[in-house]
């Protein structure tokens, strides 16, 4: 776990446009998102390049909706860590990626260590993952609250 924050690329105005529209639909052709930013394909193409290899476009993923694809509930899972050694952290950073389940996980300021978002397919499920989480590391306490609807999903950042 570094301290350090990551660097911070240089994003022009051109460079948000691009972000935007890739955030909105990733299936774009390189030609369309050239003529909407108003550029040649071939500077817009070495743009997205640029910004893959600096780290600021992450991926390009289909969004699926979760409850079409059987996975129907969603849990926030608190987590309070035994204790904030660097080996202890390192462990359950690690121990995280196991679990596919998990498609969100936060380390907090305050009196909660970590925040997971597991989506599952029901409460069998859940209990499932439940037992794999207190094996993989030790944990203080773990508090589950579970979603009754999704108001609001992740979408684009604001740019």
Excluded: N
Excluded at 18 to 26: K, P, R, S, V
Excluded at 35 to 41: A, D, K
Excluded at 104 to 132: C, P, S
Excluded at 139 to 155: I, M, N, W, Y
């Amino acid at each position: 776990m570094s301290s350090e924050p990551p660097s911070r690329p240089e994003l022009d105005v051109i460079d948000r446009r691009i972000l935007a529209i890739l955030q909105d639909d990733a299936a774009l052709t390189i030609a369309e998102i050239a003529s909407l930013v108003g550029l040649s394909q071939t500077p817009c193409w070495r743009r997205i390049q640029r910004l893959e290899r600096e780290g600021v476009i992450l991926s390009r993923a289909a969004i699926l909706d979760h409850r079409k694809v059987g996975l129907s509930l969603t849990a926030l899972v608190f987590i309070k860590a035994p204790d904030h050694s660097t080996r202890w952290l390192a462990h359950f950073a690690e121990a995280l990626k196991a679990f596919p389940e998990i498609v969100e996980a936060h380390r907090l300021a305050g009196d909660i260590d970590y925040v997971l978002q597991v989506i599952v397919a029901d409460m069998a499920a859940y209990d499932r993952f439940y037992a794999r989480l207190i094996a993989a590391a030790p944990l203080k306490s773990v508090t589950t609250r579970f979603a009754l609807e999704d108001v609001k999903q992740r979408g684009p950042l604001p740019l």
